[in-house]
Nanobody
Framework: QVQLVESGGGLVQAGGSLRLSCVAS????????MAWYRQAPGNQRELVAR???????NYADSVKGRFTISKDNAKNAGYLQMNSLKPEDTAVYYC?????WGKGTLVTVSS
C-alpha cells in the first residue's frame, strides 16, 4: 500500500523550531518532487514549500527565510525545517507527492 506518513509536529513556543518528516512507503521509485502544504482552522489549504526532482525550491512568502524544504531520495523521505516559528504558523501540515497526501501533522505555536 502506497502511503505518505508525516511526523514531527507538536507544540512549540514562538521563536522555536520544529522539523517535519514525510516518509513514503510502498513507492518503487524514489521521490521526485514533493511539497508541504498547511491548513489552519477556517482557512484553505495553502502551499508552504516545494522541491523539484532537481532540487529547486520555492516557498510561500510568509515562510521565506524561516523554513527549509529538503528530501533524501535514498530514504524516500522529505523534510521541512521550520525556524523562528510564529503563532500564525499554527496549522495541520501535509506532505504531498504527485496525487498522494499524508494525513497531516499538527503544529501549534504558542505566543
Amino acid at each position: 500500500q502506497v502511503q505518505l506518513v508525516e511526523s514531527g509536529g507538536g507544540l512549540v513556543q514562538a521563536g522555536g523550531s520544529l522539523r517535519l518528516s514525510c516518509v513514503a512507503s510502498g513507492i518503487i521509485s524514489s521521490i521526485t518532487s514533493m511539497a508541504w502544504y498547511r491548513q489552519a482552522p477556517g482557512n484553505q489549504r495553502e502551499l508552504v514549500a516545494r522541491i523539484t526532482s532537481g532540487g529547486s525550491t520555492n516557498y510561500a512568502d510568509s515562510v521565506k527565510g524561516r523554513f527549509t524544504i529538503s528530501k533524501d531520495n535514498a530514504k524516500n523521505a522529505g523534510y521541512l525545517q521550520m525556524n523562528s516559528l510564529k503563532p500564525e504558523d499554527t496549522a495541520v501540515y501535509y506532505c504531498n507527492v504527485a496525487v498522494l497526501w499524508g494525513k497531516g501533522t499538527l503544529v501549534t505555536v504558542s505566543s
